[in-house]
């Protein structure tokens, strides 16, 4: 069974950083490339950084800078450390998990969510 465990959420004041964490289990972690997605209320879910396998990483411009996502293969977990926070960072952070396979089909989890609070 597939479970991906997010922590490390929190109330923080602007300016402030947080590492969230997520733990993995259930699958193959290595083969897999480990995203982070944020949602506000009222917008859309967005990528905010990526992982890959080998250990590449991709950040949205919004983040570039301030966040950094890490993994560890042996642990099954991924990171998201995030700096200099500011209000608009407030959303439900979501980890996900991506594998694909064939040109038409992979394989995708989420955890269930940890939530971010910047404010003073």
């Known amino acids: 069974q597939v479970h991906l465990v997010e922590s490390g959420g929190g109330l923080v004041r602007p300016g402030g950083s947080l590492r969230l964490s997520c733990a993995a289990s259930?699958?193959?972690?290595?083969?897999?490339?480990m995203n982070w997605y944020r949602q506000a209320p009222g917008k859309e879910r967005e990528l905010v950084a990526i992982?890959?396998?080998?250990?590449?990483?991709g950040y949205a411009d919004s983040v570039k800078g301030r966040y950094t996502i890490s993994r560890d293969n042996a642990k099954n977990t991924v990171w998201l450390q995030m700096n200099s926070l500011k209000p608009e960072d407030t959303a439900v952070y979501y980890c996900n998990a991506k594998y694909i396979y064939s040109s038409s089909s992979s394989f995708v989890y989420w955890g269930q969510g940890t939530q971010v609070t910047v404010s003073s």
């Open positions: 992982i890959t396998s080998t250990g590449s990483t």
């Open positions: 259930g699958f193959t972690f290595s083969v897999y490339t």
